[in-house]
Structures are given as structure tokens and as C-alpha cells.
């Protein structure tokens, strides 16, 4: 945790809470905002609360100043306290939708909260914004956020540079002999969101096959409920191969990340977060809608079959999984390929 600051006005200093969503997908989508948000006056210092499982994620952005973070678990009240221990601030971003979110800042003496006006929170918000509820009306996770920052009085309209992700961490040069690929096969959210792990591993092994003359190391990310799915997939893939899954902090997963050279992915955490990095992607959905969620950035190759009952935002299939079963392997090893080609210097 870094340690309490007692910033005020008197330094010259405006300081703005910024409370993070708690999905690490959702975070990553919110960058964009808080960087609208930095930007809007010279004298901003961002403090972000968190979860202390996003604490590297956030640390590591040269927009935040300070980031606070709590344990899962904690109580609103216990909440309040960590953020008043850290001094006064201006005003809040509610980033999350919940009263729960807007009951923490505001125990934490934070009066001047923007953040939507949903979940029956309205009067703790001094700026309740209002969204849409209709389905169609929908739009990227990121603009939601940017909405919210421009009702703070940020300037969103140069989305080029807000929207802008770094290099690549690793880039893919024509001459590499080994190539660093992650892979991330599972997906808390549900069993619709994960492409089946032979046709996985079919379309890494054909890859290896088409270039002979490189080593593709191969690493498997996901969390600790995800180990199987990772030594599952691993058994399939010769060597070299890692299953980390289950095996990496964030940091640690954010500095492997950036060894990588693309990363394979269900809609998941970690692929917003290797696109953040700006690590190439191919990006796989089933269940979920990529017109909302899918990664920021030109670079990134998203697949999706969609069917009938797309997208249907289940946990798990009542059918026969048709979203995800008529992806074939070739279609991923095609977009892996792609990458090999564009992300080069001799394919750009």
C-alpha cells in the first residue's frame, strides 16, 4: 500500500479518487477515462481505490499518482477508512455501477461523486449521470467510461490519443528464431466463453509446423481455478511449454505478458490487459458481444462465428455450443499467422 498522502489545495494540487471497477477487463476498459481525466487540468493528481489484486495493473499507468488498494471482503465502512487515512480529496469517479462503490467513497468523505445513476445510489452522487437502459443503445465498455469522464468536464474528443495503446512490448521481427506466445484458454466467467482446448492446441501445433525454422515457446495463463484447463492444454503441445496458470501474481502477469509476442485468448481479463499493454491479440469470443468488449487497438485480430442466439451473455450453452463449435482451428491459426505477417517490420 503506498503511504498516506496529506495533499490539499495548499500544494497547488487537485485531487480526484478514482474507484476501480473490480473485473480486470473492466479496468483495463476504463483506462481511456483516466486519461481523459489526468488530462482535463495541469494540476490533477490521480489516486486510484482498487482492489489489491489490481494494484500492479494500476501502478504500472503513468496517468495514477497513488493507488490505494483493500482486500476483497472488506466492509464499506472498513473501506471509507483505508481512503480518509490518505487525506481529503476534490472530487470521485465511480467507475463500477453499484451502491456499494458510491457508499465506500463517499464513508471516505469523498462528497463530490460522479458516476451513473443506477442501483438506487442517485442521492449519494453529487453528478448522477444517466445511460440508457435499451439494449440496442448499447456501446464499448470504454466509451461508457469516457461518457462519465466527460461529465467531469474531460475533453474526449481526440479518441485517437486517448484510445492509443503502446508498442508492442515484444515486437515480432523477421528474423526471430524464437517467438514468445501466450495462451489463455479458460474464462471465469463460464464454460460459453471458452473455445475448446484440442482446437487450441490443433492450431499452436499446426503454427509450429508451418515455421520449422523458429521455437515457439508457448506459456498458458489463466487463474488458480483455471490450473487444470492450463495442464490440460499443456499436455496436448509439445515442448516447450508452460502452464502458468494459477501460477502468477499480477505483476508476474504483467511482466510476462510483456515478453510475449501475440497472445491467444478467450474474452477474458487478461486479453484487455495485454491489449493495455499493447501486445497483439487474437482475441476468440462465443457468448459475449465484441462490438462491447473487444480489445482496443487496430493491431488485434477478433474471431467470432456469430449464430442465431448471439450473443446470448450466458455463463453456460443450453444448446449445443454452435458459437464456439463452428470456429475452426484453421480460423485461428489464419489470424495467428496474420500477426506473424503485420506486426513485423517487413509486414508493416
Request: include cysteine; hydrophobic fraction near 35%.
Amino acid at each position: 500500500m503506498s503511504a498516506p498522502s496529506q495533499l490539499t489545495e495548499a500544494n497547488g494540487r487537485h485531487r480526484v479518487i478514482v474507484r476501480s471497477p473490480n473485473p480486470l477487463g473492466d479496468a483495463c476498459m476504463s483506462l481511456p477515462a483516466v486519461r481523459a481525466l489526468k488530462q482535463r487540468r495541469p494540476d490533477t493528481e490521480i489516486t486510484v481505490c482498487c482492489r489489491d489484486n489490481l494494484t500492479a495493473m494500476w501502478a504500472t499507468r503513468a496517468e495514477i499518482d497513488e493507488v490505494i488498494p483493500f482486500k476483497k471482503g472488506l466492509k464499506p465502512r472498513e473501506v471509507g477508512r483505508i481512503i480518509r487515512e490518505h487525506g481529503r480529496f476534490d472530487e470521485g469517479l465511480l467507475l463500477p455501477n453499484s451502491f456499494r462503490s458510491a457508499l465506500e467513497l463517499r464513508l471516505g468523505g469523498v462528497n463530490k461523486l460522479t458516476g451513473y445513476k443506477r442501483y438506487g445510489r442517485g442521492l449519494l452522487l453529487k453528478n448522477a449521470v444517466r445511460e440508457s437502459e435499451a439494449r440496442d443503445d448499447k456501446v464499448h465498455h470504454v466509451h461508457r467510461y469516457l461518457h462519465l469522464a466527460e461529465a467531469m468536464g474531460a475533453d474526449i474528443s481526440d479518441l485517437d490519443d486517448l484510445l492509443a495503446i503502446p508498442p508492442a512490448p515484444a515486437p515480432i521481427d523477421s528474423g526471430l528464431t524464437e517467438l514468445h506466445i501466450g495462451v489463455c484458454p479458460g474464462a471465469e466467467y463460464g464454460n460459453a466463453k471458452r473455445y475448446p482446448i484440442d482446437r487450441y492446441a490443433k492450431a499452436l501445433q499446426t503454427l509450429r509446423g508451418n515455421h520449422p525454422e523458429a521455437t515457439f515457446r508457448i506459456s498458458v495463463f489463466g487463474s488458480p481455478a483455471e490450473e487444470g484447463i492450463g495442464d490440460e492444454l499443456a499436455g496436448l503441445l509439445d515442448e516447450p511449454r508452460k502452464n502458468r496458470a494459477g501460477k502468477t501474481s499480477m505483476a508476474d502477469l504483467v511482466d510476462e505478458l510483456k515478453t510475449c509476442h501475440f497472445v491467444a485468448t478467450n474474452d477474458t481479463g487478461t486479453m484487455h490487459l495485454a491489449a493495455a499493454l499493447g501486445v497483439p491479440t487474437v482475441a476468440i469470443f462465443g457468448s459475449t458481444e465484441p462490438a462491447f468488449t473487444a480489445p482496443v487497438g487496430t493491431v488485434h485480430r477478433v474471431i467470432r462465428h456469430k449464430v442465431d442466439c448471439s450473443p446470448c451473455f450466458l455463463r453456460e450453452c443450453p444448446v449445443d455450443y454452435r458459437c464456439m463449435l463452428q470456429v475452426e482451428p484453421e480460423t485461428i491459426l489464419a489470424e495467428m499467422e496474420t500477426l506473424l505477417q503485420d506486426t513485423s517490420p517487413a509486414g508493416n
